[in-house]
T-cell receptor
Framework: DQQVKQNSPSLSVQEGRISILNCDYT??????FLWYKKYPAEGPTFLIS?????DKNEDGRFTVFLNKSAKHLSLHIVPSQPGDSAVYFC??????????????FGQGTILTVHP | GAGVSQSPRYKVAKRGQDVALRCDPI?????LFWYQQALGQGPEFLTY????????KSGLPSDRFFAERPEGSVSTLKIQRTQQEDSAVYLC?????????????FGEGSRLTVL
């Protein structure tokens, strides 16, 4: 039962254009969503997050949009740079209760930004 | 060091051998998580510690997997009688808060290959 899904295994974008990475979830208890970035042979690093009380959060070139009714979120990178090439993981958390904030991850999307 | 440190980075084991993977979290971090990442997949939750207490071990795939954090700092994940399906990257992550607010700091992982 894949509770967090990233249906696009890979995405290729030209430098300077917009990258849009998508993520869907099924568990309505999730109330906090994060994007992590991972380079080869390194651990995932936190990129940006959004609480379920918001529908948008922006940090520099990165913006995350949340559509709760559709159980969908997306990460926009504008403008894309070659250094953004990495695997991007969407993750979700149901804070509180006995979940201890553990994260449920999607399968990841490999982003390649061409110069 | 300033980040989460894991050792060994790479481990090759013959099927049936026992292995031990070590995690040194960021100093003062209360929460510690272990995740398993199979090739081409996102990290999957294994277990959670709050200080020395193992509060959630629901993700451990079998009783061959055992984790401990006896003094509330360093943690060890032990896998007994390794099987080929145990081959994966094992990620350790920590966070400051006892109830994780979402952002986890990950180590670089220990890549286990079982022959």
């Amino acid at each position: 039962d894949q509770q967090v899904k990233q249906n696009s295994p890979s995405l290729s974008v030209q430098e300077g254009r917009i990258s849009i990475l998508n993520c869907d979830y099924t568990n309505s208890m999730f109330d906090y969503f994060l994007w992590y970035k991972k380079y080869p042979a390194e651990g995932p690093t936190f990129l940006i997050s959004i609480s379920s009380i918001k529908d948008k959060n922006e940090d520099g070139r990165f913006t995350v949009f949340l559509n709760k009714s559709a159980k969908h979120l997306s990460l926009h990178i504008v403008p894309s740079q070659p250094g953004d090439s990495a695997v991007y993981f969407c993750a979700a958390s149901a804070r509180g209760g006995t979940s201890y904030g553990k994260l449920t991850f999607g399968q990841g999307t490999i982003l390649t930004v061409h110069p | 060091g300033a980040g989460v440190s894991q050792s060994p980075r790479y481990k090759v084991a013959k099927r049936g051998q026992d292995v031990a993977l070590r995690c040194d979290p960021i100093s003062g971090h209360v929460s510690l998580f272990w995740y398993q990442q199979a090739l081409g997949q996102g990290p999957e939750f294994l277990t959670y510690f709050q200080n020395e207490a193992q509060l959630d071990k629901s993700g451990l795939p079998s009783d061959r997997f055992f984790a401990e954090r006896p003094e509330g700092s360093v943690s060890t994940l032990k896998i007994q009688r390794t099987q080929q399906e145990d081959s994966a990257v094992y990620l350790c992550a920590s966070s400051l808060a006892p109830m994780n607010t979402g952002e986890l700091f990950f180590g670089e992982g220990s890549r286990l290959t079982v022959l």
